[in-house]
């Protein structure tokens, strides 16, 4: 698997760190396991890390979530159900993004913006890479969420075109 692609559109530091940490445990094969991933060696970016689980049919459940995201979201999302999150109407793309990794086995970096439930406005990156115990199928994925900019803020603020 060639990963210059997707390397060459990571502008953010934490999301490279991830990602060149994920490369190196996969060493020949096409993704690690989960076994291959130890929180101590990505310590400076735990707090933006989430670890969840494939499900079958298709879904996806939160096994761990860092600190930086569940402060963001203002909930603990360990356990919840990706498509039980409020996503201003985004939900549908953000659950197929999940889905093409979980399908294809292939990472991927998207930027998500939205208002949430509770009128947050959140504006993050998100990097998903995909964990196989086999070695081939992917059954959980570990990813990193990254705010930019004003993320967070208690008011609405407007969709940037």
């Known amino acids: 698997m060639n990963f210059m692609p997707l390397r060459e559109t990571i502008n953010d530091p934490d999301l490279a760190t991830l990602y060149a940490y994920w490369v190196r445990q996969c060493g020949s094969r096409p993704m690690p396991r989960r076994a291959d991933i130890n929180p101590k060696d990505i310590v400076s970016v735990i707090p933006l890390v989430f670890i969840a689980d494939i499900c079958r049919p298709l879904r996806f459940r939160f096994r761990l979530v860092g600190t930086a995201i569940c402060n963001r979201w203002r909930e603990d999302l360990t356990g919840r159900w990706l498509d039980e999150l ?10 197929e993004q999940y889905a093409s990794v979980a399908r294809t086995g292939i990472p991927r970096i ?20 995909p964990l196989s115990d086999d070695g081939q199928m992917p059954n959980m994925l ?20």
Do not use: W
């Not at 009128?119 to 890479?129: D, E, I, M, V």
């Open 142 to 161: 570990i990813g990193i969420q990254k705010a930019i900019g004003i993320d967070g803020y208690l008011i609405p603020m407007p969709k940037r075109l």
């Open 86 to 95: 409020s996503f201003d109407g985004e939900l549908e793309g953000v659950l």
């Open 110 to 129: 998207d930027k998500e913006e939205f208002v949430n439930q509770e009128t947050r406005y959140l504006h993050y990156q998100r990097l998903l890479l």
